[in-house]
């Protein structure tokens, strides 16, 4: 089960390194509140189910179709080459990226009501990895369901793990795991 939990957190934060924001075409803005995240694989048995506060801050720092090329610093940024299209009510993103000698490239799909329900479809292929689990091709598709206002225990900017766990959505962008209780999804 760790071994699942851990591709699903790699594969979330590829996802969100990989995506970028449309040029010319804002991010779609989704409702402040709780959100249920349903994140199924090819490579997981079982969904995982994390459920993540939004208000306006947080939105901005993990915006609907992700952060801009070359928005993260440091060990784990990303060389990244992206191209976004709208096609009715879908926007659709291509992404190749290269970080560490591993490489991936992606294409995404996030279509649906930003105010209830969407869902993100995405063909990830990773090469090169570290972990070689990792390696190959993927197909991710995240569900999103607006489930109302946040609970006490899960503040704005803040994410619960399915583990139940909760986190600062900054530490699923910059790969750490730490609780934290700064609202609005952090810093850069």
């Not at 209830?116 to 369901?145: F, L, M, Q």
């Not at 139940?164 to 999804?185: E, H, I, K, N, T």
Request: net charge positive; proline share 6%.
């Amino acid at each position: 089960m760790k071994n699942v939990v851990l591709l699903g957190a790699g594969l979330l934060a590829l996802g969100l390194a990989g995506c970028g924001q449309l040029l010319g075409t804002s991010s779609p803005q989704r409702k402040p509140g709780l959100w249920e995240q349903t994140l199924q694989s090819d490579r997981t048995p079982t969904p995982m189910v994390s459920r993540w506060c939004f208000d306006a801050a947080s939105s901005r720092q993990m915006p609907v179709l992700g952060r801009r090329p070359g928005a993260r610093r440091g060990p784990m940024a990303a060389a990244c080459k992206v191209s976004n299209s709208k096609s009715g009510g879908a926007y659709v993103t291509e992404s190749q990226c290269s970080f560490g000698g591993a490489s991936m490239t992606s294409h995404s799909v996030v279509s649906g009501d930003f105010t209830s329900k969407y869902t993100v479809v995405r063909t990830v292929n990773v090469a090169n990895s570290p972990e070689p689990s990792r390696n190959g091709a993927h197909k991710v598709t995240e569900t999103w369901v607006f489930k109302g206002a946040c609970p006490p225990d899960i503040g704005a900017g803040q994410v619960q793990l399915p583990s139940g766990d909760v986190v600062d959505m900054a530490s699923l962008r910059f790969g750490r795991r730490s609780r934290g209780g700064a609202g609005g999804g952090g810093g850069e």
